[in-house]
Antibody, heavy 117, light 110 residues
Framework: QVQLQESGPGLVKPSGTLSLTCTVS?????????WSWVRQSPGKGLEWIGEIHRSGGSNYNPSLKSRLTISVDKSKNQISLKLSSVTAADTAIYYCARNDYHRVDFWGQGTPVTVSS | QSALTQPASVSGSPGQSITISCTGTSSDVGGYNYVSWYQHHPGKAPKLMISEVNNRPSGVSNRFSGSKSGNTASLTISGLQAEDETDYYCSSYTSSSTYVFGTGTKVTVL
């Protein structure tokens, strides 16, 4: 069974950088190609943020690309997200998830992040 | 990329069937058979209900089924039950090697 756990600060100041980590437990990390980040802002729908391949290749949502970095640390079974120059619009629950051949089949429980001074 | 279009809400009585549509373009829904559907109870992790247009993962009730015609995909819930009342999202792979979600549909069981 794949288990994902997001972690990181729950409060980020405007114009700062949002940094989150997703730790994957189980044996699937080495055999899974793609890992994704998804978010849901208050009162809004799900938004795909981006994904990273275990080799380091990535694909990003065009609307976030200029501010976004997703990376992988295979030695720690972790995927990381960094979003710079944040505003209140980046307030959301952030989920990490496994992308298994174009379907997101395992999700973390999500971590809430608020952008506020 | 623009979100796929879903109806804001769909309702039905217990036992009835309902269908949720998901409309995109030839660059996403119409161009690939990589359409997925997710059930999302607020505050919980989304759950994969359908992948690759009409594949049901192990453990998902056979009351859930998917289809696609042109640029529109659909999720049908048969034999509607009270536990089905929540939010549903479609998602598609795109020609830009990205993914896009639908606007979301709230299902109400009357």
């Amino acid at each position: 069974q794949v288990q994902l756990q997001e972690s990181g600060p729950g409060l980020v100041k405007p114009s700062g950088t949002l940094s989150l980590t997703c730790t994957v437990s189980g044996d699937s990390f080495r055999s899974t190609d793609w890992w994704s980040w998804v978010r849901q802002s208050p009162g809004k729908g799900l938004e795909w943020i981006g994904e990273i391949h275990r080799s380091g290749g990535s694909n990003y949502n065009p609307s976030l690309k200029s501010r976004l970095t997703i990376s992988v640390d295979k030695s720690k079974n972790q995927i990381s997200l960094k979003l710079s120059s944040v505003t209140a619009a980046d307030t959301a629950i952030y989920y990490c998830a496994r992308n298994d051949y174009h379907r997101v089949d395992f999700w973390g429980q999500g971590t809430p992040v608020t952008v506020s001074s | 990329q623009s979100a796929l279009t879903q109806p804001a809400s769909v309702s039905g009585s217990p036992g009835q069937s309902i269908t949720i549509s998901c409309t995109g373009t030839s660059s996403d829904v119409g161009g690939y058979n990589y359409v997925s559907w997710y059930q999302h109870h607020p505050g919980k992790a989304p759950k994969l209900m359908i992948s690759e247009v009409n594949n049901r993962p192990s453990g998902v009730s056979n009351r859930f089924s998917g289809s696609k015609s042109g640029n529109t995909a659909s999720l049908t819930i048969s034999g509607l039950q009270a536990e089905d009342e929540t939010d549903y999202y479609c998602s598609s792979y795109t020609s830009s090697s990205t993914y896009v979600f639908g606007t979301g549909t709230k299902v109400t069981v009357l």
